[in-house]
């Protein structure tokens, strides 16, 4: 069974195309025109071993919030996507990640419920030209899109770079956990056998 999908929207303000493999390796080609947002998405798909491409364009004229909120739907849509049945899934994952002085969390349940829980505390509202504000925006558009529920947290930090880094990768080490088959389970791993 493959776990792959691929996503194509377009609207008045962005045109989004991703492709995802949930078992892949970790390999990525990210191109939006948000170039940290492509930073954090090449770190994402690393550490949760899902091979990403992701092509995005949209009115960053305007600022970046609508490509990076699209983004994160279409990224979301795309996992839901290739998650299929969910049957045989571990279904949950938490990770902690430290960045040097920085330190994150993050517990995910492939659910089927959207749910965010976000506290984060950045010490700047820019990291060069992206406003900090968008990455619960792309994690809240992620939570929908995907059904799936997402708490996120920094621990600690002073650099806000380091904070979001630490976000992406434990939201990668989760999903990756998340995501694993366990051999034990035989159907989909809830009382109601469906999520």
Request: charged share 25%; aromatic share 12%.
């Amino acid at each position: 069974m493959v776990r792959a999908a691929d996503i194509y929207r377009k609207t008045g303000e962005t045109e989004i195309m991703a492709r995802i493999n949930l078992d892949g390796k970790g390999h990525s080609n990210i191109h939006t025109q948000v170039f940290f947002l492509n930073h954090m998405l090449n770190l994402f798909s690393r550490h949760a071993l899902f091979d990403l491409e992701i092509n995005a364009k949209g009115d960053v004229e305007v600022d970046f919030h609508h490509l990076v909120e699209d983004v994160g739907i279409v990224l979301g849509e795309a996992f839901l996507k290739a998650i299929g049945n969910k049957e045989g899934i571990k279904r949950y994952g938490s990770f902690y990640v430290p960045m040097d002085e920085a330190l994150a969390f993050c517990s995910v349940d492939i659910s089927g419920r959207p749910f965010i829980y976000f506290n984060a505390e950045f010490t700047r509202d820019k990291v060069g030209e992206f406003d900090v504000e968008l990455v619960k925006e792309f994690f809240t558009a992620f939570a929908n899109n995907a059904r799936m529920t997402i708490h996120l947290e920094t621990i600690r930090g002073e650099n806000t770079h380091h904070m979001i880094e630490a976000l992406f990768k434990a939201f990668g080490r989760a999903l990756r956990e998340a995501v694993a088959f366990d051999p034990r389970e035989k159907g989909v791993p809830s009382t109601k056998g469906i999520l």
